[in-house]
């Protein structure tokens, strides 16, 4: 009885995207402008991740650094 529950569901996501797919070619309800305007979105998100992920690396890697730093000037007073 729950084989037929997971059946349906994965049966559902792929009917979901078979339509997806129709509406897309097709260009029904502006699917196609919704679409693009979606994946510029989704490129605009991605560019800002990168940013903030290189800022927040080279962070990281100064305050290494100066843990390596502060290393080395308690070795030379001690």
Known sequence: MRFFGIFGFFSFVIWFFILL???IMFDWLGARDIVKSGLSNAEEIVEYLERVGDESS?????LQGEETAMDKLKDTVN
């Open 58 to 62: 080279g962070l990281v890697d100064s």
């Open 21 to 23: 797919a129709l509406a």
